[in-house]
């Protein structure tokens, strides 16, 4: 069966984003860049990745990814419809009414979505990189959890889980450090 994975960067105080989107606080080393492009190139746009000579670049872990509509709506600002279009992609949604390109699609029930898309055959794991309210509905599906934590403090904006009270065990599995102060940790589903 495969797995969901919420692999996602976070600020020392748990936001994923700041209040309205922004990500460009993250600090970004050369040394960390070259884990991301060599360990998760799947993870990048892929109008980013052709600017990184990575076109071609095989899928290392994530065949699908599943997003809500705070994670896309970027893409969409710039003229990008199909912002990862090296892998299969689902956008989450209730308000947006429809998405034009056939590469990406539009669902209304992530949750059953997820459970499908889990039980069928695929050459991967499925991403999910949010948002929060997204992963806070996802929470029970959520296998992995791969968390690239920042040493910043945001103050406010988007938190990574933004649901109500329901603990949820995972047992950390490996962490590795890079020369920004980032730390990266991988964590499994305990139970």
């Given at each position: 069966?495969?797995?969901?994975?919420?692999?996602?960067?976070?600020?020392?105080?748990?936001?994923?984003?700041?209040?309205g989107g922004e990500i460009d606080f993250y600090p970004v080393s050369d040394q960390m860049m070259r884990w991301i492009t060599e360990s998760y190139?799947?993870?990048?746009?892929?109008h980013i990745r052709?600017?990184?000579g990575l076109e071609d670049a095989p899928n290392r872990r994530f065949d699908t990814l599943v997003m809500?509509?705070?994670?896309?709506?970027?893409?969409?600002?710039?003229?990008?419809?199909?912002?990862?279009?090296h892998v299969r992609q689902y956008v989450a949604s209730t308000t947006l009414p429809e998405i034009a390109d056939p590469a990406v699609t539009l669902v209304r029930d992530p949750l059953g979505l997820v459970r499908s898309l889990k039980a069928a055959d695929g050459d991967g794991d499925i991403w999910l990189a949010g948002g929060g309210r997204l992963a806070a509905s996802l929470?029970?599906?959520?296998?992995?959890?791969?968390?690239?934590?920042?040493?910043?403090?945001?103050?406010?904006?988007?938190?990574?889980?933004?649901?109500g009270f329901g603990p949820a065990p995972f047992t950390p599995t490996?962490?590795?450090?890079?020369?920004?102060?980032?730390?990266?940790?991988?964590?499994?589903?305990?139970?």
């Open positions: 069966m495969r797995a969901l994975v919420y692999y996602v960067g976070i600020s020392l105080d748990g936001y994923i984003a700041g209040p190139p799947e993870t990048l746009p892929t052709s600017k990184l809500g509509l705070g994670t896309y709506r970027p893409a969409l600002d710039i003229g990008v419809t199909s912002p990862y279009a929470l029970p599906e959520i296998d992995e959890l791969i968390i690239k934590t920042y040493p910043v403090v945001a103050g406010a904006g988007v938190p990574v889980f933004a649901g490996a962490r590795e450090e890079f020369d920004n102060g980032t730390q990266v940790t991988w964590l499994a589903r305990t139970g």
